[in-house]
């Protein structure tokens, strides 16, 4: 007697499965305790020190702001984090979240570095371009052992930073605001809602 | 539910036709049925990428139960696909599990199978 529904194709349900296989492999292989919100709110952050770095008189008074903005974002950015590890059993000192670790952490020591070596040479306009250009490149190399579109957001610090070392001085500072706020805010709620807050 | 010691079992399975189109060039076109059942599929690959992974990370990545999963990951373990360490983390079991080199071959049989398939199909 012949079947209501036809079968499927073999063809079909051996793609399906390679499919599944390859997602498996992914979402096991890759560090998901991005904290979207964590960044929602370090982008908050960024653009208040953007609002108030702008009204300093002196370059020195304007790095102390954007350096106390780093201090309160990387606590906030730390705890969301661990707090979102723990929730999904992702563990951030060992698999996917070690290597993503260090990653990400060879270009923020040399952006610390810079910091140092410009402001000493007092190529204060480069700070905003080579902030956002070493940012994106430790998304890009640590958002290799994440969600794919950690990465993505690298590549857009990174065009922000390639923007603010080749345009005018006086875009420094707002492109600063637009991408440790605006493209924080951004990418912080799309993994949020994507992958669990 | 798959009977006791059935675990180790390669049934043929969609045999036919593979064998049927691709003549003497399938002849190993059996399909283990053991990690063709999704949950356990989804186990061995998860661990193909990862040295070891606890139960609850497992449990989170492939968002089943607990009783599902200690089923499966059972199967596989009486299989010798994976093996399973018991410890504790202070006060706390941890369960942790990691692929065999039997797991491993069998995840590489199962995926040579599945584009193997794909070829046949593609070639009828």
């Known amino acids: 007697m012949p079947s209501m529904t036809a079968p499927r194709p073999l063809h079909d349900r051996a793609l399906d499965n390679l499919r599944y296989i390859r997602q498996t492999m992914e979402r096991a292989g890759s560090f998901t305790a991005v904290p979207g919100w964590g960044q929602v709110a370090v982008g908050a952050t960024a653009l208040v020190a953007a609002l108030v770095a702008a009204r300093q008189a002196t370059p020195e008074l304007w790095l102390a702001t954007w350096l106390g903005e780093a201090v309160?974002?990387?606590?906030?950015?730390?705890?969301t984090m661990v707090r979102k590890a723990f929730a999904v059993h992702d563990p951030l000192l060992s698999g996917p979240g070690r290597r993503a670790g260090l990653s990400l952490l060879p270009p923020m020591v040399a952006g610390g570095l810079l910091t140092v070596a410009l402001s000493r040479a007092g190529l204060w306009n480069a700070l905003p371009g080579t902030w956002l250009l070493l940012y994106g490149t430790?998304?890009?190399t640590g958002g290799a052992f994440s969600v794919g579109i950690v990465p993505v957001m690298g590549v857009c610090f990174m065009v922000a930073g390639a923007a603010a070392l080749l345009g005018p001085a006086a875009w420094g500072n707002w492109l600063m605001a637009a991408g440790f706020g605006g493209l924080h805010i951004v990418f912080g709620t799309i993994i949020a809602r994507r992958y669990g807050g | 539910m798959a009977r006791p010691g059935a675990a180790r079992k390669t049934e043929p399975v969609e045999r036919e036709p593979a064998?049927?189109?691709?003549?003497?060039?399938?002849?190993?076109?059996?399909?283990?049925r053991l990690i063709h059942e999704r949950v356990r599929l989804g186990i061995v690959?998860?661990?193909?990428?990862?040295?070891?992974l606890s139960f609850n990370q497992l449990k989170a990545l492939l968002k089943t139960t607990d009783g599902n999963l200690s089923v499966h990951a059972r199967k596989l373990e009486d299989a010798q696909y994976i093996s399973c360490t018991k410890s504790f983390d202070g006060r706390i079991p941890k369960t942790e599990y990691r692929l065999t080199?039997?797991?491993?071959?069998?995840?590489?049989?199962y995926l040579d199978h599945m584009e193997a398939l794909i070829r046949v199909t593609r070639q009828g």
């Open chain 1, 72 to 79: 309160v974002a990387l606590a906030i950015g730390g705890s």
């Open chain 2, 45 to 52: 690959s998860a661990l193909a990428v990862n040295d070891s």
């Open chain 1, 138 to 140: 430790g998304f890009v």
């Open chain 2, 19 to 32: 064998r049927e189109r691709s003549g003497a060039g399938m002849r190993t076109a059996e399909l283990d």
């Open chain 2, 101 to 109: 080199g039997a797991g491993r071959r069998a995840l590489e049989r």
